[in-house]
């Protein structure tokens, strides 16, 4: 039976404990030079741009011994009407996996539903789940544990923001949000990771969330697909930056994460971005250890 990755809730508070041990040791060199998926081929279709996604994928499964066949739709029949799930039957004649990164999540779910191999969500409009594995992987690096840990998110409550809220709603660590109205967090989402571990706290102002946090986790106003809304976003998120300023409410070891691409000067200062408390670059680093542990765990 195939196992699919679409939303972080589709692994278990044990599963990711594990896939994050495991991440944590191949960050440190076991295994070395061995390939675990030698002799496998796995699809990574990018309907959006992406480069720590693309580049982490390919190098990941490079070093487990598979080859990875980038496809954008412009380049493959999907770009000229072929549907999704004629794309998804076909590919699963000739490979292992595959990674999607796509605007709507429906259409993720179609292509999941008719493919017969496992699928990955590299990135949809409602969720980014290795995002949150690399995300859950960092913070257990540099807290030593995720109980007890305060997660302050200040922006949109995005992709990203919403797969945070699943991993808490999964591992339980507190997560306190602030965001303008009408930019919370998926309502699905919400209420599914709250029938689980979820401590999760909506508040409108940055500094009442940043207070005590141990970790504050910021994304972009303006999303991938979201132009159009470009102006209107950054006047409704003035107040939401990640300043020196906001940092004094935090505790003084405070991390600061961001999936990146960060938008200097909005969003978040340089700073900030570049200052002692910044930990972005080692997240990044960990979208590669964090997805092999996930691809070993789905293919090997
Ligand atoms: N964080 C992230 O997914 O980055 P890319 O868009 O560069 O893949
Ligand atoms: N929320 C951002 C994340 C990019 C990795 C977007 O969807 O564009």
């Known amino acids: ?67 990875s066949i980038y496809m954008r739709p412009e380049e493959i029949q999907l770009g000229r009407g072929e549907t999704i799930e004629d794309t998804a039957r076909v590919l699963s004649r000739y490979l292992d996996a595959v990674m999607i990164r796509t605007s709507g999540h429906d ?53 990203v923001a919403n797969s945070l809220v699943e991993a808490s709603g999964r591992l339980g660590f507190t997560l306190t949000m602030a965001t303008p109205e009408g930019y919370e967090p998926d309502a699905e989402v919400l209420e599914t990771a709250r029938s689980g571990k979820g401590d999760i706290i909506l508040l409108r102002n940055p500094k009442e969330a940043a207070g005590m946090a141990d970790v504050i986790y910021t994304d972009v106003w303006v999303s991938m697909g979201e132009e159009a809304q470009a102006e209107k976003k950054k006047k409704r998120f003035e107040g939401y930056q990640i300043n020196s300023s906001l940092l004094s ?35 990044a680093e960990n979208r590669l250890h964090a997805q092999k542990a996930l691809l070993e765990m789905l293919l090997a």
């Open 249 to 283: 409410c935090a505790k003084p070891d405070v991390v600061v994460m961001h999936c990146l691409p960060a938008h200097r000067g909005q969003e978040i200062t340089d700073e900030v971005m570049d200052g002692p408390n910044s930990v972005v670059y080692d997240q």
């Open 1 to 67: 039976m195939k196992r699919d990755f679409l939303r972080l809730w589709d692994l278990s508070e044990e599963e990711i404990l594990s896939l994050v041990k495991r991440a944590i040791e191949l960050k440190g060199g076991a295994d070395k030079g061995k390939c675990p998926l030698i002799g496998k081929s796995i699809g990574l279709i990018f309907e959006k741009p992406s480069t720590r996604t693309r580049v982490s994928f390919e190098v990941g499964i490079y070093q487990l011994g598979a080859q």
């Open 107 to 159: 259409r993720l779910v179609r292509f999941a539903e008719a493919a017969s191999i496992p699928v990955i969500n590299g990135l949809s409009d409602l969720h980014h789940p290795c995002q949150a594995l690399a995300d859950v992987m960092t913070i257990f690096e540099k807290k030593g544990d995720l109980q007890g840990v305060k997660v302050a998110y200040i922006g949109d409550g995005n992709n």
